[in-house]
Each structure stands twice: as structure tokens, then as C-alpha cells.
T-cell receptor, first 114, second 110 residues
Framework: GAVVSQHPSRVICKSGTSVKIECRSLDFQATTMFWYRQFPKQSLMLMATSNEGSKATYEQGVEKDKFLINHASLTLSTLTVTSAHPEDSSFYIC??????????FGQGTRLTVV | SQQGEEDPQALSIQEGENATMNCSYKTSINNLQWYRQNSGRGLVHLILIRSNEREKHSGRLRVTLDTSKKSSSLLITASRAADTASYFCATASNNNDMRFGAGTRLTVKP
């Protein structure tokens, strides 16, 4: 069964609105979760590391005020794309990893900003 | 940022042929993982190889790891049309974040 559940799978929003994406670890408590973004025909780019109970760590070039991450519990991390614009349209995907084992990915969220 | 490069960027073969994809990375790693992604969909985990391992097999998949050269290869034997997808390598370091290569788009023609 799924280890990571991501919701919604698809969302279309108007430019200027905010969108929240949820990532749930179903199988174990995850103190750390990772958020990635993938543009069409490109690879996955790590956006940020979500840390339970503390601030997220953002990769260089990722605006922390635009991509708000909240990791309020050991099983849930949320990514909010604030004031979304068409250039934010992308495939967003989260993951969790337990020790030196495979990473488990959510199903991904396809965001389209119109 | 991405970890490294994969080659080739695109590979087109006939069904039944073998497909080899290569991945290079830059930093020290705990493990390296290979994933498949069908167009517009999520990732499917294929195989994980740890830094102290040199080769692993899983069905028609064979993965090698050369930490001295910081490179890995994925071999798919007896390819099928259903193997058509993008393949990514990803490395995990001490803090567990995964860094992905650019990916190889494999097309297997029936």
C-alpha cells in the first residue's frame, strides 16, 4: 500500500490565489519530508526540506515567502504556493525517507495556474 | 540543485534489445536509487544500491555503482514496449535529501 499520500493530485487555480498541497506519511513518523518541483520534460528539483517543529530549509533560488512549508506533525507536511502565477504551474511532489533506505514519493500534484 | 548528469538524454531501441543508462554524481553518497517515471505521473522506485555495494540485480534490471568514478549504470535487458518511460538516478547523502539526475528518456519500439 501507499506509504506517502499527497493531495490534491490536480489543481487549477486563478492567478493571484494560493494553493495548499498536503503530504502525509502513512507508514511511519517522518521528522523530515522533502518537496520537489518538476517542470515538463525536466528532472525533479529539490525545493526544500521540511523539518517537523522547526523551519524548513530552502534550496538556493527558492523563495521561502512564496512557497510556505508547514510541518506541524510527524505525519503531515504542507506546501502552500502563495499568490500563484502561471510560471508556478508545475508538478509538485513530496517524499519521505527512512534511514538509508528507498525514498517514498507521493503521487504528485499537478498545479495549473490560469 | 541537481546532483549530476545522466546519459544519454534520450535512447530509442527496438523491443528485445538491451538499454543502458549512465549516471554521474558529484558528492559522497549513502546510496543511489533508480526511478522510472511515465509521462506526467509519479515516480516508481526500481532499485537501491548502497555505497558499499558494487552491483545489484532485480529481474531484468542490473545496476552497478563505481564510487571511485562517482558513476552508476542501469541496464534493462530484453526491453519491452512497456519499458518506455523516463529513468532517473537519485543520490542520497547523510541528510537523506535525494538529488536527481537529468534523466534519460527511453523509447522502446515494438
Amino acid at each position: 500500500g501507499a506509504v506517502v499520500s499527497q493531495h490534491p493530485s490536480r489543481v487549477i487555480c486563478k492567478s493571484g490565489t494560493s494553493v495548499k498541497i498536503e503530504c502525509r506519511s502513512l507508514d511511519f513518523q517522518a521528522t523530515t519530508m522533502f518537496w520537489y518541483r518538476q517542470f515538463p520534460k525536466q528532472s525533479l528539483m529539490l525545493m526544500a526540506t521540511s523539518n517537523e517543529g522547526s523551519k524548513a530549509t530552502y534550496e538556493q533560488g527558492v523563495e521561502k515567502d512564496k512557497f510556505l512549508i508547514n510541518h506541524a506533525s510527524l505525519t503531515l507536511s504542507t506546501l502552500t504556493v502563495t499568490s500563484a502565477h502561471p510560471e508556478d504551474s508545475s508538478f509538485y511532489i513530496c517524499s519521505v525517507q527512512r534511514g538509508n533506505t528507498e525514498a517514498f514519493f507521493g503521487q504528485g500534484t499537478r498545479l495549473t495556474v490560469v | 540543485s541537481q546532483q549530476g548528469e545522466e546519459d544519454p538524454q534520450a535512447l530509442s531501441i527496438q523491443e528485445g534489445e538491451n538499454a543502458t543508462m549512465n549516471c554521474s554524481y558529484k558528492t559522497s553518497i549513502n546510496n543511489l536509487q533508480w526511478y522510472r517515471q511515465n509521462s506526467g505521473r509519479g515516480l516508481v522506485h526500481l532499485i537501491l544500491i548502497r555505497s558499499n555495494e558494487r552491483e545489484k540485480h532485480s529481474g531484468r534490471l542490473r545496476v552497478t555503482l563505481d564510487t571511485s568514478k562517482k558513476s552508476s549504470s542501469l541496464l534493462i535487458t530484453a526491453s519491452r514496449a512497456a519499458d518506455t518511460a523516463s529513468y532517473f538516478c537519485a543520490t542520497a547523502s547523510n541528510n537523506n535529501d535525494m538529488r536527481f539526475g537529468a534523466g534519460t528518456r527511453l523509447t522502446v519500439k515494438p
